[in-house]
Structures are given as structure tokens and as C-alpha cells.
């Protein structure tokens, strides 16, 4: 009897090593907003090939697409993060937008909505300011529009599949942003 309890404590131990492994991995694997920074830090897009700067593209988004809302937030603030976007041509800056402005105003109308009423204006300001900021890395009339498109479907998407409530409550944060859309 002590031998068969000598080997399931031994299993039982097994099982939590290779558990404690497996959430060590997923953790890691999991990008985070200093490795994302960290990326974009070792990937200096003006000293690669077009191959290369299309390998580094994607594999921000995929890492950006995988941050949180603040993680994000806190990205797009990020100088380093603004220089990279800057060095992107323009059909890149448009390839980068439309594959993560999507997720992110998703995430970004969710934590407005679920924010006090009275800290909406500021935080949709500030929003605002930064897509502005964004959009000037795009100076050809053709890509303006198509980031005024870009933007301003993915957060019609957003507002076609919330819940009436929310879009009740989020029309006027909408409109602004829409507002904003139609005078860049």
C-alpha cells in the first residue's frame, strides 16, 4: 500500500509539473505590450526588403491584435510604436490599420460604454486626437479616405451588433467620431 501511494503521489506530482509547464508556455507565448515595443524596437522597417518589412507588418498586428484594450491604447501612444507606423509606406500603414483597427474599436467602444458618462468626452478627445494623429501619416487624398473607411466601419460594426442599450448610449460618442470622420 505504501508503494501504490508512493507512486500516485509521484503521478499527482507529474500532473502538476507538466500543468505548471503548460500555463508557463501560454504565458510566454502570449505578447505584452514591453514585447510588443521590444518587437518593433529590433524590426527596423527602413533598413529592410519589401519580403522582410511584409514579415515584420504582419507580425505586429498579430502581436498588437493580441494586447489588451489599455496594452493597445498605451502602444499607439508609444513614440517608438508612432516612428514604426511613420516608416511604413502607405499602402502598409492602410494594410496595417485595416487588419487591427477592427478588434481594437471594438475593445475601444466597450471600455468607453462601460465607463462613468462623465469621463466619456475627455477619453473619446483623446481617441480622436490619436487617430487624427494618425491619420496624417497619410497624406494622399486616396488613403485618407480609406482610412476614414476603415474607421468608420469598424465602429458602425461595432454599433450594428451592440445590444440596444449600448447603442442607446453610445450614439453620441458615435456621432462625434463620425463627425470627426467627415472633416478629415
Known amino acids: 500500500m505504501n508503494a501504490t501511494r508512493r507512486k500516485g ?11 505548471a509547464g503548460i500555463i508557463g508556455l501560454t504565458r510566454e507565448s502570449k505578447p505584452t505590450l514591453e514585447s510588443v515595443i521590444a518587437y518593433v524596437r529590433q ?21 498588437q491584435n493580441e494586447l489588451t484594450f489599455e496594452q ?9 510604436f508612432f516612428q514604426t507606423v511613420g516608416a511604413m ?12 483597427f ?15 458618462r462623465d469621463q466619456r468626452p475627455p ?16 497624406r494622399e487624398p486616396e488613403s485618407r479616405r480609406r482610412v476614414q473607411q ?19 448610449e453610445m450614439k453620441p460618442v458615435f456621432d462625434q467620431m463620425q463627425a470627426w470622420l467627415v472633416i478629415i
Request: with cysteine; hydrophobic share 45%; proline share 4%.
Open 9 to 19: 503521489a509521484l503521478i499527482l506530482l507529474g500532473v502538476w509539473v507538466l500543468a
Open 89 to 100: 509606406t502607405s499602402a502598409e500603414r492602410l494594410e496595417h490599420l485595416a487588419a487591427t
Open 102 to 116: 477592427p478588434s481594437y474599436s471594438k475593445l475601444m467602444m466597450e471600455a468607453i460604454y462601460k465607463m462613468p
Open 150 to 168: 476603415i474607421i468608420g466601419d469598424s465602429l458602425r460594426a461595432w454599433l450594428e451588433t451592440a445590444d440596444p442599450r449600448a447603442r442607446a
Open 43 to 63: 524590426n527596423d522597417l527602413r533598413q529592410k526588403s519589401p519580403v522582410e518589412r511584409e514579415r515584420i507588418v504582419a507580425g505586429l498586428v498579430r502581436r
Open 123 to 138: 477619453f473619446v478627445d483623446a481617441l480622436v486626437n490619436e487617430c487624427r494623429r494618425y491619420v496624417t501619416l497619410n
Open 72 to 80: 493597445r491604447t498605451e502602444l499607439r501612444r508609444n513614440e517608438l
